[in-house]
């Protein structure tokens, strides 16, 4: 299964609403997962099941979606956001990863 | 708190084999999906494939045939080989914790960079 992402960058400012889009090439349920990652650092787990906050991850961040389409949304822009954000579907084997959508200032 | 940490050959030349340890602490060892993952410029993200306490693996059909995930209960340790490493599996790999199969990956390794070059 492909998944593609749109923007593959973005930039924008603090305090912005910012929405990244993951299509799968077929039907995923809501197997999708949504991770964050800064340079020299593991991935870091968002949001599961397409719209499942992790524990400990910031209010400002949601997913929704279903099928083969899906979002993340950031509401209001933080310095710490600034970040590459990959998309992952667990959904069938192998597992993929998209290809990443890199927000900067 | 779920801790993995790996350790491994960082520079290899062409065609010998990668092995990679990663140990888990904190957290049980049992009921969960471990996962080896790779970072390269070229490729992105890539999974690598997994394997559960019963010794069940699944792997990437692109690397299956190289590919070996093993598990050592006794020492809360899983291991990656890979054979015939050529230039184009230069990356960083980092091995991973899913709660169950058909999970995301909470848990991560601080990641190794892998170099193969002659």
């Known amino acids: 299964i492909q998944l593609t992402q749109s923007p593959s960058s973005l930039s ?9 889009t993951c299509r799968a090439s077929q039907g995923i349920s809501n ?13 870091k787990l968002l ?3 397409a719209s499942i906050l992790q524990s400990e991850v ?7 979606g279903s099928g083969t389409d899906f979002t993340l949304t950031i509401s209001s822009l933080q310095p710490a956001d600034f970040a590459t954000y990959y998309c992952q579907q667990v959904n069938a084997f192998p597992f993929t990863f998209g290809p990443g959508t890199i927000v900067d200032i | ?14 065609s010998e084999t990668l092995s990679l340890t990663c140990n888990v602490s904190g957290g049980s060892f049992s009921y ?3 996962n080896w993952i790779r970072q ?8 690598i494939g997994e394997i559960n306490l019963s010794g069940s693996t699944n792997y990437n059909p692109s690397l299956k045939s190289r590919v070996t995930i093993s598990l050592d209960t006794s020492k809360n340790q899983f291991s990656l080989k890979v054979t015939s490493m050529t230039a184009a599996d230069t990356a ?22 892998v170099t193969v070059s002659s």
Request: charged share 15%; with cysteine.
């Open chain 1, 12 to 20: 924008a400012s603090v305090g912005d609403r910012v929405t990244i």
């Open chain 1, 31 to 43: 197997y999708l997962a949504w991770y964050q990652q800064k340079p020299g650092e593991a991935p």
């Open chain 1, 47 to 49: 949001i599961y099941a």
């Open chain 1, 58 to 64: 910031p209010l400002r961040f949601s997913g929704s």
């Open chain 2, 1 to 14: 708190q779920v801790q993995l940490h790996q350790w491994g050959a960082g520079l290899l030349k062409p």
């Open chain 2, 32 to 34: 969960h999906y471990w």
């Open chain 2, 40 to 47: 390269s410029a070229g490729k992105g993200l890539e999974w």
């Open chain 2, 92 to 113: 960083v790999y980092y091995c991973a914790r899913a709660y169950s199969s058909r999970s995301p990956l909470l848990y991560w390794s601080q990641g190794t960079l």
